[in-house]
Nanobody, 122 residues
Framework: QVHLVESGGGLVQPGGSLRLSCAASGSIFSSYAMGWYRQAPGSQRELVARISQLGSTNYDDSVKGRFTISRDNAKNTVYLQMNSLKPEDTAVYYC????????????????WGQGTQVTVSS
């Protein structure tokens, strides 16, 4: 079991930046791959970015080149740096603990934070 708390969301103008943080507790953070998901109203939750236990990263095409996922195992925290934000990025963002397949696919466990709202609007 791992408990996750997201923070850092807010209202920004298109082209702006935010850095989301996800603080983990209750388990060994470094044992998990971590992912950032987002969910817009009426839409399914989608994987935006993931990072392995060792720091290998992968991104959805919609955010590639704009978002950066990172982790600091000493702080039990995973980050999502979001640059060049677009209105389409508006969603509730969630972090998740999961695992990677041998082929690199990400499989979430049922460990979710409460989410943090990101709104991109002029």
């Amino acid at each position: 079991q791992v408990h996750l708390v997201e923070s850092g969301g807010g209202l920004v103008q298109p082209g702006g930046s935010l850095r989301l943080s996800c603080a983990a507790s209750g388990s060994i953070f470094s044992s998990y791959a971590m992912g950032w998901y987002r969910q817009a109203p009426g839409s399914q939750r989608e994987l935006v970015a993931r990072i392995s236990q060792l720091g290998s990263t992968n991104y959805d095409d919609s955010v590639k080149g704009r978002f950066t996922i990172s982790r600091d195992n000493a702080k039990n925290t995973v980050y999502l740096q979001m640059n060049s934000l677009k209105p389409e990025d508006t969603a509730v963002y969630y972090c998740n603990a999961g695992r990677l397949s041998y082929g690199g696919g990400y499989y979430p466990y049922d460990f979710w934070g409460q989410g943090t709202q990101v709104t991109v609007s002029s």
